[in-house]
């Protein structure tokens, strides 16, 4: 029995604890509130205030023994039992917190929330069906329940429904014309379906019913990414910043935009800010990692790499495939840093089932690109699209980058028989298009880089998907059935780290005869000493790292008058670069940077070195060819993965393969050799010559014969029911 003074106790201590609670002083609350129990210990109020303050305080033990001592008390008070299953939640305790939602709901049938948070529940941990039909019920329950509508529109979003997504969500929004979350959401879901105008009039109206609405600017700014206005994109995501400064999403794409304007400092200051709030974010280290090797920023390199490795060998979403292939030269952990990534943005969907035989005349083929422009993939694969075979095959180009009516892609424009701009179309609408046109071979050209659409691939594009030139290792998507490569390339033994079939071919990389050299440059143009031998690579700069870096300095030790001439990308390059070569004890004027230029520009400028050094695990792909093609020796040291044997492939199609090196102190001896023994070097150059003409490399009529076999054979095999298998092709 409680006196009538404890009762007055226990309700004052229990407003005073009401009072700090709603001003956020939870260490009070909690003193306020358990004097109040020491009075009354049976009021339901009080338990299920001091529960949330121990929610708050991250008490989430002693929260779970008030919440069973308020169940001990009230064992059919339903609202107990959403709590208690709010708190498993917390702790990841799925099983029990389904219980908890499940006696919640048969307390009260009416309890509208057990069944949003259950939904909830089922939607995170992948259940959709049945997340889908505790919302259907919960409507039934009430018709005009706004957020079971944003709920299901958000699931049929994430499962790829489209088009029901929109039907629920603008459901929402003529129940409550001013829901902005709905607005905001409609907007996802636009943007998704590729509708970026209509998109963006969504958020409009969401931000105008609610201003400080910082999800609606975020989205807004992947908006504007997408549809290339960077600019606008970041003015967007800093308000999101602002507005949401507990938001490791938020801080993420405002990485991810200062990235694509080349502040990388900030981007890598956003990148950490996003960790910090978030330790777990999906693929955000290995992202970190590439920024900081953008600027040759190599603190902790060793360390940061070897947990890396560790984390991919356990399966962790801990970075993008394409980061990998420049910091790890073990096949193992590229494919499952690709299997890994794949099957969590782009899995394998059966949706639209299996495709029929065709009965074309001419076998079709699908190639598909973000990059028909000014690109290094185009400057590849230009002249091999116009010379392709018109009498054997119908050439069909599916574009879905930024339209840049570019030199390159009015060239590119006339090389295909059908050329359709796909970029408003969603990945599942591009597959259909591909069916309905009965493209036999969809060759996949940009792989995991960026802008990429390998849900187009998920969907089967084709009866057959090839990946070529875009990403150089293993997709282990299980949808790319071949890969193009050579001998050198993937050697028999590395099969067993490609999901693909290989295909082999004599040689790897298609080349353009077609390539400008712009007017003749001078060393004295780039502050270059006329006398000096110029070692210089001109690798993007993530492909640099600190070994790599040591042998070029032991290297300029040993060469007197020698200078590095290295690409720089931006300021940070070149600030830290001369930093690390100055810890070597190397004078820094010896390093001479370069910057973007335009490619017959740079292709001229490649011509005022003696030697190009290789970087290693990631050799140079276009790069190396470019050099070949004006003359320019490329010495490469060769690794097991796909990318680190790149330059290798190149070399031995031009017969010259006394530049392949296999260890570190063998490329470090011959640069040095080649450098102190200009007879030798002399002699390199002029097999160059002579042999740029009279050898593979850049011959691409006998490239596109040795293709089109390929495509003639794979396209055999399928039509007689066979499984893809391991093809070489070899020269007449």
């Given at each position: 029995?409680?006196?009538?003074?404890?009762?007055?106790?226990?309700?004052?201590?229990?407003?005073?604890?009401i009072?700090?609670?709603?001003?956020?002083?939870?260490?009070?609350?909690?003193?306020?509130?358990?004097?109040?129990?020491?009075?009354?210990?049976?009021?339901?109020?009080?338990?299920?205030?001091?529960?949330?303050?121990?929610?708050?305080?991250?008490?989430?033990?002693?929260?779970?023994?008030?919440?069973?001592?308020?169940?001990?008390?009230?064992?059919?008070?339903?609202?107990?039992?959403?709590?208690k299953?709010?708190?498993?939640?917390?702790?990841?305790?799925?099983?029990?917190?389904?219980?908890?939602?499940?006696?919640?709901?048969k307390?009260?049938?009416?309890?509208y929330?057990?069944?949003?948070?259950?939904?909830?529940?089922?939607?995170?941990?992948?259940?959709y069906?049945?997340?889908?039909?505790?919302?259907?019920?919960?409507?039934?329950?009430?018709?005009?329940?706004?957020?079971?509508?944003?709920?299901?529109?958000?699931?049929?979003?994430?499962?790829?429904?489209?088009?029901?997504?929109?039907?629920?969500?603008?459901?929402?929004?003529?129940?409550?014309?001013?829901?902005?979350?709905?607005?905001?959401?409609?907007?996802?879901?636009l943007?998704?379906m590729?509708?970026?105008?209509?998109?963006?009039?969504?958020?409009?109206?969401?931000?105008?019913?609610?201003?400080?609405?910082?999800?609606?600017?975020?989205?807004?700014?992947?908006?504007?990414?997408?549809?290339?206005?960077?600019?606008?994109?970041?003015?967007?995501?800093?308000?999101?910043?602002?507005?949401?400064?507990d938001?490791?999403?938020?801080?993420?794409?405002?990485?991810?935009?200062?990235?694509?304007?080349?502040?990388?400092?900030?981007?890598?200051?956003?990148?950490?800010?996003?960790?910090?709030?978030?330790?777990?974010?999906?693929?955000?280290?290995?992202?970190?990692?590439?920024?900081?090797?953008?600027m040759?920023?190599?603190?902790?390199?060793?360390?940061?790499?070897?947990?890396?490795?560790?984390?991919?060998?356990?399966?962790?979403k801990?970075?993008?495939?394409?980061?990998?292939?420049?910091?790890?030269?073990?096949?193992?952990?590229?494919?499952?840093?690709?299997?890994?990534?794949?099957?969590?943005?782009?899995?394998?969907?059966?949706?639209?089932?299996?495709?029929?035989l065709?009965?074309?005349?001419?076998?079709?083929?699908?190639?598909?690109?973000?990059?028909?422009?000014?690109?290094?993939?185009?400057?590849?694969?230009?002249?091999?699209?116009?010379?392709?075979?018109?009498?054997?095959?119908y050439?069909?180009?599916?574009?879905?980058?930024?339209?840049?009516?570019?030199?390159?892609?009015?060239?590119?424009?006339?090389?295909?028989?059908?050329?359709?701009?796909?970029?408003?179309?969603?990945?599942?609408?591009?597959?259909?298009?591909?069916?309905?046109?009965?493209?036999?071979?969809?060759?996949?050209?940009m792989?995991?880089?960026?802008?990429?659409?390998?849900?187009?691939?998920?969907?089967?594009?084709?009866?057959?998907?090839?990946?070529?030139?875009?990403?150089?290792?293993?997709?282990?998507?299980?949808?790319?059935?071949?890969?193009?490569?050579?001998?050198?390339?993937?050697?028999?033994?590395?099969?067993?780290?490609?999901?693909?079939?290989?295909?082999?071919?004599?040689?790897?990389?298609?080349n353009?005869?077609?390539?400008?050299?712009?007017?003749?440059?001078?060393?004295g143009?780039?502050?270059?000493?006329?006398?000096?031998?110029?070692?210089?690579?001109?690798n993007?700069?993530?492909?640099?790292?600190?070994?790599?870096?040591?042998?070029?300095?032991f290297?300029?030790?040993?060469?007197?008058?020698?200078?590095?001439?290295?690409?720089?990308?931006?300021?940070?390059?070149?600030?830290?670069?001369?930093?690390?070569?100055?810890?070597?004890?190397?004078?820094?004027?010896?390093?001479?940077?370069?910057?973007?230029?335009?490619?017959?520009?740079?292709?001229?400028?490649?011509?005022?070195?003696?030697?190009?050094?290789?970087?290693?695990?990631?050799?140079?792909?276009?790069?190396?060819?470019?050099?070949?093609?004006?003359?320019?020796?490329?010495?490469?040291?060769?690794?097991?993965?796909?990318?680190?044997?790149?330059?290798?492939?190149?070399?031995?199609?031009?017969?010259i393969?006394?530049?392949?090196?296999?260890?570190?102190?063998?490329?470090?001896?011959?640069?040095?050799?080649?450098a102190?023994?200009?007879?030798?070097?002399?002699?390199?150059?002029?097999?160059?010559?002579?042999?740029?003409?009279?050898?593979?490399?850049?011959?691409?009529?006998k490239?596109?014969?040795?293709?089109?076999?390929?495509?003639?054979?794979?396209?055999?095999?399928?039509?007689?029911?066979?499984?893809?298998?391991?093809?070489?092709?070899?020269?007449?």
């Amino acid at each position: 029995m409680i006196n009538q003074n404890n009762q007055k106790k226990a309700k004052h201590y229990f407003e005073e604890g009401i009072k700090f609670l709603g001003n956020k002083n939870y260490e009070m609350a909690e003193v306020n509130f358990l004097k109040s129990l020491n009075n009354q210990p049976k009021r339901l109020s009080t338990l299920s205030n001091l529960f949330f303050t121990f929610i708050n305080l991250k008490k989430f033990k002693d929260a779970d023994n008030i919440i069973d001592v308020a169940i001990s008390f009230f064992p059919n008070e339903a609202e107990l039992y959403f709590n208690k299953a709010y708190l498993l939640e917390l702790n990841n305790n799925t099983t029990a917190a389904i219980d908890n939602y499940n006696i919640a709901i048969k307390l009260n049938p009416r309890y509208y929330e057990a069944y949003l948070n259950y939904a909830s529940l089922l939607d995170k941990i992948g259940n959709y069906d049945e997340a889908i039909k505790k919302l259907l019920i919960l409507i039934s329950i009430n018709p005009i329940y706004t957020d079971a509508f944003i709920n299901l529109g958000l699931i049929f979003n994430k499962i790829k429904n489209f088009q029901k997504a929109v039907i629920f969500l603008e459901k929402a929004i003529e129940i409550k014309r001013d829901s902005y979350e709905a607005f905001n959401n409609l907007a996802i879901v636009l943007f998704n379906m590729r509708d970026f105008n209509k998109a963006l009039k969504n958020i409009e109206i969401s931000l105008k019913i609610n201003k400080n609405y910082g999800l609606a600017y975020m989205n807004r700014s992947l908006i504007y990414k997408e549809i290339d206005r960077p600019h606008d994109a970041l003015a967007d995501i800093q308000m999101a910043t602002t507005l949401m400064p507990d938001s490791s999403e938020a801080y993420y794409n405002q990485g991810c935009i200062y990235a694509d304007l080349n502040f990388l400092d900030l981007a890598l200051s956003s990148f950490c800010k996003a960790k910090q709030l978030s330790p777990n974010y999906d693929f955000l280290p290995g992202i970190m990692i590439n920024m900081k090797m953008r600027m040759c920023k190599w603190n902790d390199y060793e360390k940061e790499i070897n947990v890396l490795n560790i984390e991919i060998q356990n399966k962790k979403k801990c970075s993008p495939s394409f980061e990998i292939l420049s910091l790890v030269d073990d096949l193992k952990i590229q494919y499952t840093a690709s299997e890994t990534y794949l099957s969590n943005y782009y899995p394998v969907n059966t949706s639209l089932g299996t495709i029929p035989l065709s009965n074309n005349k001419k076998i079709k083929i699908g190639y598909f690109s973000g990059d028909f422009r000014e690109h290094a993939l185009s400057y590849l694969i230009a002249e091999l699209l116009e010379i392709h075979d018109r009498k054997k095959f119908y050439i069909i180009g599916f574009t879905f980058g930024i339209f840049e009516n570019d030199l390159m892609f009015q060239r590119l424009s006339k090389c295909f028989d059908n050329l359709i701009d796909v970029s408003s179309k969603t990945d599942k609408q591009v597959a259909e298009i591909s069916r309905s046109l009965e493209v036999d071979i969809a060759v996949d050209l940009m792989g995991l880089t960026r802008k990429s659409r390998c849900g187009i691939f998920s969907y089967r594009a084709a009866p057959l998907q090839t990946s070529y030139l875009g990403f150089l290792g293993t997709m282990a998507s299980g949808y790319h059935d071949y890969i193009f490569a050579d001998k050198v390339l993937i050697p028999n033994h590395n099969q067993k780290y490609f999901s693909e079939k290989i295909i082999y071919l004599p040689t790897y990389q298609v080349n353009d005869t077609k390539k400008l050299i712009s007017k003749h440059f001078t060393r004295g143009d780039f502050d270059l000493p006329q006398d000096a031998f110029v070692f210089c690579c001109f690798n993007n700069n993530y492909k640099f790292n600190p070994l790599v870096f040591d042998i070029w300095m032991f290297i300029l030790k040993s060469v007197p008058n020698s200078v590095l001439f290295l690409y720089a990308e931006n300021k940070f390059v070149k600030e830290n670069l001369k930093a690390e070569a100055a810890n070597r004890c190397i004078d820094v004027g010896r390093l001479k940077f370069g910057d973007f230029m335009s490619r017959p520009e740079y292709l001229s400028r490649l011509k005022l070195a003696d030697l190009f050094l290789d970087t290693f695990p990631y050799s140079a792909g276009v790069t190396c060819s470019d050099a070949l093609w004006v003359g320019l020796p490329v010495l490469t040291c060769t690794g097991q993965s796909f990318a680190s044997r790149m330059s290798a492939s190149l070399l031995e199609a031009i017969e010259i393969p006394e530049l392949i090196t296999n260890q570190h102190y063998e490329y470090q001896a011959t640069a040095i050799e080649l450098a102190l023994n200009p007879s030798k070097l002399l002699l390199i150059k002029q097999k160059l010559s002579s042999n740029r003409f009279s050898t593979q490399l850049f011959n691409t009529p006998k490239f596109a014969n040795n293709i089109e076999k390929a495509y003639e054979k794979i396209h055999s095999k399928y039509r007689a029911g066979l499984r893809p298998e391991d093809i070489y092709i070899e020269d007449n």
